[in-house]
């Protein structure tokens, strides 16, 4: 029912700034809680940023000044900025959807996107 296609990595200095972006496909966005997790090798995969139906946002105390979350439900894309990035930002970072209301513990996650940060 939802696809989620993530966006926009690559390899960026430290200091520098990236957007990725996630695309979903499917008539389901609107009652789509959206968030953005990563995961660096050898690590366990941890929350970013997290965009409720209603636009509330959350961060992960790490990000909270550098990274900001946004959500486009015309255009059904969830988009994370971040900034003054460190190479301990460098992981993959996935796009995830938890369903409300009629999917509500429905969840889906995206292939997922690296992010290299040198220093």
């Known amino acids: 029912q939802v696809q989620l296609v993530e966006s926009g990595g690559g390899l960026v200095q430290a200091g520098g700034s990236l957007r990725l972006a996630c695309a979903a496909s499917?008539?389901?966005?609107?009652?789509?809680?959206m968030g953005w997790y990563r995961q660096a090798p050898g690590k366990q995969r941890e929350l970013v940023a997290t965009?409720?139906?209603?636009?509330?946002?959350d961060y992960a105390d790490s990000m909270k000044g550098r990274f900001t979350i946004s959500r486009d439900n015309a255009r059904k894309v969830v988009s994370l900025q971040m900034g003054s990035l460190k190479p301990e930002d460098t992981a993959v970072y996935y796009c995830?959807?938890?369903?409300?209301?009629?999917?509500?513990?429905?969840?889906?996650w995206g292939q997922g996107t690296q992010v290299t940060v040198s220093s």
């Open positions: 499917g008539e389901f966005f609107g009652i789509l809680d």
């Open positions: 995830n959807a938890r369903g409300t209301g009629p999917l509500n513990r429905r969840e889906w």
């Open positions: 965009i409720n139906i209603g636009g509330n946002t």
